[in-house]
């Protein structure tokens, strides 16, 4: 059994006898005005962190949400986009689409606004998306992509990097772990598939995302989520993983590369009204501006009056760049 094999056999059981413990979210689940979400949708919300935010979902935008669950994040997704088919919810489990299909009735009785029709559900593969090239706003992917190796987690971006609109957003929440593992853990399928084994550190999951051909990168907030400890996984020191909520934005790509977010913050504090750098970026006297972390170093070069924070790793638009 390969670990797709696996994978595939954990959201089938989950799908059939929900698994509140499969995993936590470690923020909130947002709730928008009259949107009601079905307890059944709490229990099978598998995922690690959120990947609905309203900045995104202006215009009423065609969304694609890959590894549906038991349903909540496209019932929020639709609460934005109130359109027959506006949201395509990907899923290659068959059990997981009828859990789905079944709890967006529940939702249809707890909300007057809400229409199963307004979710398309396909089956298909994240390797292998069931979507027309640039037909897409907003994609998102919520503790999936972290259970592939690193050749189908390429192909799973490539993918979705192709069915998005210029300038459409890759939305993903996943686990992150800046420790080495053990080849134990990360080849044990069962762990990989629990969203666990296969993390991996943050740089390398950005460099997936740029060498893709996004060339914005947004870090939007990163937690703590779970830790591998001796006395219950096969491992020789306590491993801490970390869940980030990240954006990838299909945006040109600068010339002198991505510009990637983790929440820097760059203010100038000489004794003229401003600071203009000469390429696109000025810095008002003592007015903290938003800035990538590219930017921030050419910053730190470029005048040593200027402070600039370390990243907070929860970044939410509004910068420079």
């Not at 996943?174 to 080849?183: A, L, R, V, Y």
């Not at 993983?241 to 010339?255: G, L, N, Q, T």
Request: glycine share 8%; proline share 5%; charged share 20%.
């Amino acid at each position: 059994m390969s670990y797709l094999d696996a994978t595939q056999d954990l959201y089938k059981q989950a799908a059939l006898t929900p698994d509140v413990g499969l995993c936590c979210t470690t923020n909130p689940i947002w709730q928008f005005p009259g949107l009601s979400i079905p307890k059944i949708m709490q229990e099978m919300n598998y995922g690690c962190g959120s990947t609905v935010s309203a900045q995104d979902l202006v215009n009423d935008p065609k969304i694609l949400y890959v590894g549906v669950g038991g349903g909540m994040e496209l019932l929020q997704f639709s609460y934005f986009s109130r359109q027959k088919g506006g949201v395509v919810g990907v899923d290659s489990v068959n059990e997981m689409l009828e859990a789905s299909r079944k709890n967006f009735k529940i939702a249809e009785e707890e909300n007057d606004w809400f229409q199963s029709e307004y979710v398309n559900l396909v089956k298909g593969d994240a390797l292998n998306l069931p979507v027309a090239d640039e037909s897409i706003d907003v994609a998102a992917q919520n503790c999936l992509f972290n259970i592939f190796k690193i050749d189908d987690l390429k192909k799973a971006v490539s993918e979705m990097y192709r069915v998005l609109k210029p300038h459409g957003r890759l939305v993903m929440s996943d686990p992150i772990c800046e420790q080495p593992m053990s080849d134990e853990l990360c080849n044990d399928d069962r762990l990989r598939a629990q969203c666990l084994s296969g993390s991996i550190p943050l740089k390398e999951y950005v460099k997936v995302l740029t060498d893709a051909g996004f060339g914005t990168i947004e870090i939007r907030g990163k937690r703590s989520y779970r830790v591998l400890s001796p006395n219950h996984y096969p491992t020789k020191e306590l491993i801490h993983i970390e869940s980030i909520e990240i954006a990838a934005i299909k945006d040109p790509m600068p010339e002198d590369g991505p510009c990637v977010f983790t929440g820097k913050t760059a203010i100038y504090f000489g004794n003229e009204a401003y600071f203009d750098d000469k390429k696109g970026h000025v810095l008002q006297q003592n007015q903290p501006l938003a800035v990538c972390d590219k930017t921030a170093a050419a910053l730190a070069n470029a005048s040593n009056e200027i402070y600039i924070s370390e990243s907070t790793y929860h970044y939410n638009g509004g910068g420079c760049c």
